[in-house]
């Protein structure tokens, strides 16, 4: 299955807002309400941080937040802290080939 | 608390095989989709497996044919089993549960997977 794309890496300084797109097909993300992201800093497990395209697991921060425009679905952090800084993933089911499909991940650099 | 421990990541030879173990608690194991999901070193996130509450599989074409999920509900447990074994398959493999809406919402810590001469 082919990864949705991801830039591979954004940063910004404390404070700003960073946005993080994540392109796919009318297969995936753009045929899809369930798209979710996951942040992952070094050596830990992934952590779910949106799901559904826009919704916020209870206990994540409301300065995370997502949504979505036909193949594109974007990650927008707000109020960036130096504890944001990690690698960002987004993932959409596959109704093709029925399976999910990650993006490439996405550095972010808290300057 | 919810948690999912995996277990039986090791170094094994091309061609060798390997289970992996989830050990979950803290929740109804029975009632939840699972999966696996890889991440080699230095790389992406990678699903790799699937199974239904009820026992319905599917896997990634990267691993069809070579990798059989299955589980033990009476005992909370995920398994992978891996044969025929290739370098490319070197990963952290990591334990993860399915909720509706197919989200991963509850991840184990991983398992070191390494294929190696």
């Known amino acids: 299955q082919s990864a949705l794309t991801q830039p591979a890496s954004v940063s910004g300084s404390p404070g700003q807002s960073i946005t993080i797109s994540c392109t796919g097909t009318?297969?995936?993300?753009?045929?899809?309400?369930?798209v979710s992201w996951y942040q992952q800093h070094p050596g830990k497990a992934p952590k779910l941080i949106i799901y559904?395209?826009?919704n916020r697991p209870s206990g994540v921060s409301s300065r995370f937040s997502g949504s979505k425009s036909g193949n594109t679905a974007s990650l927008t952090i707000s109020g960036l802290q130096a504890e944001d800084e990690a690698d960002y993933y987004c993932?959409?089911?596959?109704?093709?080939?029925?399976?999910?499909?990650f993006g490439g991940g996405t550095k972010l650099t808290v300057l | 608390q919810m948690q999912l421990v995996e277990s039986g990541g090791d170094l094994v030879k091309p061609g060798g095989s390997l289970r992996l173990s989830c050990a979950a608690s803290g929740f109804t194991f029975s009632d939840y989709h699972m999966s696996w999901i890889r991440q080699a070193p230095g790389k992406g996130l990678e699903w790799i497996s699937y199974i239904s509450s009820s026992g319905y599989t599917d896997s990634a074409e990267s691993v069809k044919g070579r990798f059989t999920i299955s589980r033990d509900n009476a005992k909370s447990s995920l398994y992978l089993q891996m044969d025929s074994l290739r370098a490319e398959d070197t990963a952290v493999y990591f334990c993860v549960r399915i909720m509706v809406g197919d989200y991963f919402d509850l991840w184990g810590r991983g398992t070191l997977v390494t294929v190696s001469s």
């Open positions: 559904d395209v826009t």
């Open positions: 009318n297969s995936d993300v753009g045929n899809s309400n369930y």
């Open positions: 993932n959409s089911y596959e109704s093709t080939s029925a399976y999910w499909v």
